[in-house]
């Protein structure tokens, strides 16, 4: 890849069947035994949300606070009804 040259399945297969091995003592992807060995390792996402988010109540509650604050701000009193406990 470094010197241009494109890259083929024979070259993947070379490359992953000496994976580690030293280039002088590589040998052909056909004469390395190949074990199918699935990755079982249990794996859990830390940083996705668990389920989608609702974005409507987000939003009707920042307009909400901008509102408060804006009537707050121009001293007009009047005060959106408090929220629900």
Known sequence: MRAGESVDIDALALAACNWSVPKGEWREA??????????????????????????LPLV????????????????SGARPPARPA
């Open 30 to 55: 056909g004469a390395t035994t190949l074990v199918e060995d699935p990755f079982l390792a249990p794996i859990a996402l830390r940083h996705t949300p668990p389920r989608a988010v609702e974005s």
């Open 60 to 75: 009707l509650s920042a307009v909400e606070r901008m509102t408060r604050r804006l009537a707050d701000a121009r001293g």
